[in-house]
């Protein structure tokens, strides 16, 4: 290694290991703030990568790979992870070094990655994590044995307390490419690969036939199966073992893993006792080895993890805790968050009118304080929430609770064809899809990650609460608020039952034919570590203000000029001063005069406008739902941002579009006539309307986020034509038949 | 061999029967027994029993099983020395003979 160091200035060392095996803390103590996070083309696998300095001056290239059981890949995560340490991907160079990242408390499983590595051929490195911790529950490792068992250098370290990195980064110096262990396979195994690999006749010979006959589907060896020759050979070859009572795959695993029992009794330290006897006697030949080491085993001491999960995993406390929460997450990020976001809005506000003040008249102005102003602040107001909602997730996640809930939820959600993994993103998607559906990543299994993310949007965001609360407290307001509650409480319940019913569609037709599997590790519990927590929180709610920030942001700025042009002339303006004028009696104030024809002069400049237009030319569309042209205007502002239909609803009606400007919102609807004297906005157009917003895919920054997510504009666009068909559908049924009924 | 560790319920469910031969599926296990893993059964799918292999349920391991969801879906086990959690219905697909 040392070699190639001088020719390139730059090494590149991967960094694999098991999820919940510390990896991500010794990325970040190696690396510290020289990170960058990215994406690999065309999947939403986070790239991760950072700099460091080995001791001898090196620059090295650390790529963090997603975490991974096996080089076998199921999951795009493990997918990539694999292509990435064989060095399969086009822009990312082949490492030249792999440090593995192994959790010593559950040295077995860990190591079988690690066997796997020890194929590849490339220069190997053991970083040894959580030593303390299987110590504490009676696992004494010694990474000295660990290292010579393996032949490969074994680095102890303590992620969080950022001890043995210095050695980690020596030990990168001297990597060597591991020799290739002896797995005792059976013996038919071992004669179907020498005999496969006579054939392939390639230096690397043996590995790449035992990959050929297990199945492994990697990029990497298509070619082989292209060949006619070999694919025949392996065929025939896998038939007689199978003849012979042996399945490659089975055999495969099994042997790494009974090399992996030889390797981990041979790491534990001997008991005190016989380290002492083994220190007085005179040295035999065979040295320390010859000494039965204790059996990997554990004391039988109760770990602090399986006394939590007593509890948190108990049918009735388990439970409880479980809904506690969640009730609790719930509350925190609509009730925290609230003040946040109103701070939040008023800053844009006050730091948008300092360049208002100085800017004239005009276009100018109004595009700066409607548009990129309202636009910013549109995007701005969800950031207090969405980082709230993050920074929960990674607490979640960190902790080890998340898989609980996993384990707690999945039958319920096993009913409908989802998974357990499911549940954190459909609460997510109650503040907001966007979030919901990036956390769908931990998802392994993709027809349910599909089936979640589809689904998401169902869940009632908190964009839709405004336009819930004009509707219901507009034309409910004689109800108590019982009654009031009991009508948002059916609305998040309709998007609930929308939800439970596409999924069962999707599971019982197109999707019945991919098994679902939910194999889940309950790792141990950990205090989650506040750097790592807020930078994840802080990647996240940056991905958000990239992703969706710019398209609320553009979306805002179209929509403010299609509302904005074309303008009134200078004689309708005068006219509709004049009107004003002639239609308040004289005793009023010229104040009152101004404001009413400002109000008047902007309904008028809306219903001319782009977006006036529009939506008088949909209004015999959504005639049938009971909606009029204004409504319509509104349900085109709300693909910005469905809470935009309030402020535009506020323009219309003239009545400013404040938040004390709602309670006279409240009243000029009730008011409004068709030409015919009817109302506008009866209790049914108001019930529709609240279907509608339930149902409808009107937030074109999730469709954004679904295309990237699901790597496919068909999902996304099959979503959109789903959702609004539906809502269409439900909202005309419920429109009809309850007009019917109040008639 | 102690057939009683499995739970008679599910006999009628899984291919395996936990009758004088002593083995059964995992599936059966009763909470808070152990078991060594015999094999997986061959009509697995090949992810599942690949997964089920590379997770450490191979021949010989010992799993003991933990506790069933409260809703009796899915099972928490245990196996060299950590915990994972699997639906009945993967579960069923191990071969293990009931040891204590």
Known sequence: MTATASLKRTFVVALAGNPNSGKTTIFNALTGLR???????????????????????????????????????RSPDESIAMQVLRGLLPDTPAPDAVICVVDASNLQRNLYLVSQLMELGRPLVIALNMVDIARRRGLHLSSERLSRALGVPVVPIVGYKHQGID????????????????????????????????????????????????????????????????????ESIQNRLVEQKIDPIQADIEAHYRWIEQVSAQAVEPACETLEAIDNRPQSPAGPSNVQPVQVGFAPRISLTDRLDKVLLHKVWGMLVFSTVMAGLFIAIFILADPL???????????????????????????????????????????????????????????????RAAFLMDRVLGRVGLNGKSFIPLLSSFACAIPGIMATRTIENRKDRLATIFIAPFMSCSARLPVYGLLIGTFFAAYSPWVRGGIMFACYGLGVLAAVVTALVFHKTFMKTVPSSFVLELPSYKIPQIGQIVRVMATSTWAFIRRAGTIIFCLSVILWAMAYYPRLSPEQQEAITKQVAAELPPSIQQEAIDQETESRLAAAQLEQSISGRIGHFIEPVIRPLGYDWKMGVGLIASFAAREVFVSQMGIIYAAGDTEEDVASLEQAMLV?????????????????????????????????????????WSWAIGQILYMNALAYVVALLVYQITSHLMR | MNSKSFERSDHARSGDKADGSGYGPLSCLDVGRCAYVVSIEPHADRDLKRRLLEMGFCNGASVECIRRAPLGDPIEFKLRGYNLSLRSDQARYVKVTAIR
């Not at chain 1, 002896?182 to 036939?209: Q, S």
């Not at chain 1, 995007?379 to 929430?385: E, G, K, L, R, S």
């Open chain 1, 672 to 712: 409004d006539r068709y030409p015919d004297g009817s109302p506008v906005w009866t209790a049914p157009v108001a019930i529709s309307l609240l279907v509608w917003f339930v149902l409808a895919m009107q937030c074109i920054s999730t469709t954004a986020i679904v295309r990237r997510e699901t790597g496919s």
């Open chain 1, 35 to 73: 990170q960058k996070v990215a994406n690999y083309p065309g999947v939403t696998v986070e790239k991760k990568t950072g700099k460091t300095r080995l001791n001898d001056g090196t620059m090295v290239d650390l790529i963090d790979l997603p975490g991974t059981y096996s080089l076998i890949s």
């Open chain 1, 341 to 403: 976001m109103g701070a939040t809005e008023e800053a844009i506000a006050n730091l948008g009118s300092l360049l208002t003040d100085r800017l004239p008249d005009g276009p100018v102005k109004d595009l700066w304080t409607d548009g990129i102003v309202a636009g910013v602040g549109g995007v701005m107001v969800f950031v207090p929430q969405i980082a709230m909602l993050f920074l929960f997730l990674a607490i979640l996640e960190d902790s080890g609770y998340l898989a």
């Open chain 1, 167 to 234: 050695q980690l980064k020596q030990a990168l110096l001297q990597a060597k490419i591991p020799p290739l262990p002896a797995f005792p396979l059976p013996e038919p195994m071992t004669r179907a690969i020498h005999e496969l690999a006579e054939v392939l006749k390639e230096p690397n010979a043996h590995a790449l036939a035992e990959r050929l006959l297990t199945h492994d589907d990697a990029p990497d060896l298509k070619p082989y199966f292209q060949d006619r020759s070999i694919r025949h050979r392996v």
